[in-house]
């Protein structure tokens, strides 16, 4: 078992165990990516969400 403190609440990256320098270059890089896999994700919850509610609006729920 390892007996490490990790701080409560956040992720802890490998680089900021060992301290690291990593380049601006790639700062930017994973920046780019994050932003562009939070608009992925961003696009295919409008669809499921719309897609529900074009569900909801066009079918409606027959009463007994």
Known sequence: M???KK????????????HIQISE???RKRVRRGFWRGVGVGVLVMGV????????AFNPIEKK
């Open 25 to 27: 270059l790639e700062i």
């Open 49 to 56: 969400v719309t897609v529900w509610v074009y569900y909801l």
């Open 2 to 4: 390892n007996e490490q």
């Open 7 to 18: 701080p409560s609440g956040r992720r802890v990256r490998p680089e900021e165990v060992i």
